[in-house]
């Protein structure tokens, strides 16, 4: 991409303050942006963004995305510090919970909070974004989604794939009612990426196993690493892709078709 790709835009980086979301904030930050790194550890976003450069380009604002009154607070306070064109990449999310028996899950414990946090906070934030996009007359929504979609594995992920298959209806209805408003709504669905974030999902002995044989299935037989996702994400979020809505861009090394 050119230097200073993105330096016309704002953009907004949910769950910004560790693993993928923390990589992306930087590249967004490096292709010139001005880069609000939102996540609900917020000493933790601090930290990333005062990594990232000065307050005029990279600040952080504490946030729950899953809580509609604070998304619409934070989406005011971005604003208002950085008026312009905006992105929003909807990345804050997670299985949360040990791969377990769907019939084993909780409704409200479980299921619901997994729901919560990988699709309707998406839908909350994109709400929240959409009348300084319409104002602009352009915006750009990339939804984070998942390549295990598709493929319907690994087993015990029940809520999370309901969840990110969501992300799909929901980013292809949103790109057919905010399409006339210029706002652009995609989604990345990555592949097995190793973050350094402690997860309860994968039993600690099993995951190398589980890398293993992704590694071994997809076209490409690596390991994917956070900056794999970048350029893409970073195609994503800029004039490059104006013409692309409604479309799920998969980043897994040829895992998925693999199957
Ligand atoms: N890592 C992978 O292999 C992989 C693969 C496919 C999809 N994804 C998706 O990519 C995204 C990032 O994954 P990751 O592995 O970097 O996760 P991670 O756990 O390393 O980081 C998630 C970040 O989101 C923040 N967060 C969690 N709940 C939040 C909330 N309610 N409000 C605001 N922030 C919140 C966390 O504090 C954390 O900083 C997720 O949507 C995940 O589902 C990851």
Redesign the pocket.
Known sequence: MADGALSDRVCIV??G?????RAYAGRLHAAGARVAV????EP?AREVATALGDDDTARAFG????DESAVAAMVEQVTTTWPGLLVLVN????ALLPAAPSESIDPESGWDRVLR??LT?QWLCARAVLPPMAASGYGKIIN?G??MVPKGWPAGLSPYMAAKAGVVGLTRALAREWGPAGIRVNVMA????P?D?P?VVHDPEAEPRLRARIAQEQCLPRTLVPEDLCGPLEFLASADSDAVTGQVLTVDGGWAMAA
């Open positions: 949910t769950g303050a560790r693993g993928l979301g939102v996540d609900v550890d933790r946030c729950d995305v899953t990345n804050a999310g997670g946090l990988n906070a984070i998942s390549a990555p592949g097995y990426v973050v974030t997860k």
